[in-house]
Nanobody, 123 residues
């Protein structure tokens, strides 16, 4: 399973970005997928995940109401729409997948990782 994350960039506070994680067809259809982020000097932080077959979505409190995770099986992507971005959202964002129905907030649970995409929120 290979994952590729994209969509990062420079955005002003209050702005929006849409990250995309492209995987194989099995990843898109059957795997739980999560987004994590890691800021310099900080531990990797779980942001959101979506269980297989789009049954459930989960969000960290820090992004709830601002970020939305979604899956497009035809495109084999799991996207993270990020709105009302704040300075503290700046980080490298990673997508990860697990061959399971559920999804988890523990990064150790995930078997497959994308390479990361940098999000910088700055005025």
């Amino acid at each position: 399973v290979q994952l590729q994350a994209s969509g990062g960039g420079l955005v002003q506070p209050g702005g929006s970005l849409r990250l995309s994680c492209v995987g194989s067809r099995s990843t898109a259809n059957y795997y739980g997928v999560a987004w994590f982020r890691q800021a310099p000097g900080k531990e990797r932080e779980w942001i959101s995940c979506i269980s297989s077959r789009n049954v459930q979505e989960y969000y960290a409190d820090s992004v709830k109401g601002r970020f939305t995770i979604s899956r497009d099986k035809a495109k084999r992507t799991v996207d993270l729409q990020m709105n009302n971005l704040k300075y503290e959202d700046s980080a490298v964002y990673y997508c990860a997948a697990i061959n399971a129905r559920g999804c988890y907030s523990d990064y150790g649970s995930y078997d497959y990782w994308g390479q990361g995409t940098l999000v910088t929120v700055s005025s």
